[in-house]
């Protein structure tokens, strides 16, 4: 996990802003401290509420990670939540799917940088790799996103919640 792209250093204030287009808010923990809601543990991100919490360590992908839960999940399990997501296989494929869309508007990141931090880190896709799920297999997610009013038809995020 060394190698993935860390929260010190990229522009937070651009993460930051890229979370308010959604309504969540980002939020800093100092170096050291546990952070609040990781469902991982540290250092990965936590979320409460519509709260996106992170250290310098925390991995951007998983900031976006956790950011595309509260993105994808319905306002009732937003307005309680604390640590543990949720949700189910299809949209746990959905928040992948986004947050691979959403490094792409961060500069100093992009798509192919979170594609190649999201292997480094461990996730599995039936097809070898976080590209080839995406680029060959995760129409099923893009459409679940489509579904719930998440992405338009161009692959650009609606920049809202879903209700």
């Not at 250093?9 to 980002?26: K, M, N, P, V």
Request: glycine share 8%; net charge negative; proline share 4%.
């Amino acid at each position: 996990m060394s190698n993935v792209l860390l929260c010190s250093e990229i522009d937070l204030d651009t993460l930051a802003q890229l979370l308010a287009r959604f309504g969540l808010s980002l939020e800093r923990v100092a170096d050291g401290d546990p952070i609040p809601g990781s469902w991982f543990g540290d250092p990965e991100a936590g979320i409460i509420a519509r709260r996106v919490l992170i250290r310098g360590d925390t991995p951007v992908h998983s900031a976006l990670h956790e950011s595309c839960h509260l993105i994808c999940m319905d306002e009732a399990r937003r307005a309680v939540l604390h640590t543990n997501a949720g949700g189910d296989y299809d949209e746990e494929n959905a928040v992948n799917y986004m947050e691979i869309t959403l490094g792409s508007y961060l500069p100093d990141v992009g798509r192919d940088r979170i594609l190649a931090d999201m292997d480094c880190w461990g996730y599995t896709f039936r097809l070898g790799s976080a590209r080839a799920w995406f680029e060959q297999d995760a129409e099923d997610a893009r459409q679940w996103l489509l579904h719930h009013d998440l992405l338009n038809e161009d692959g650009t995020p609606r920049w809202k919640l879903r209700n």
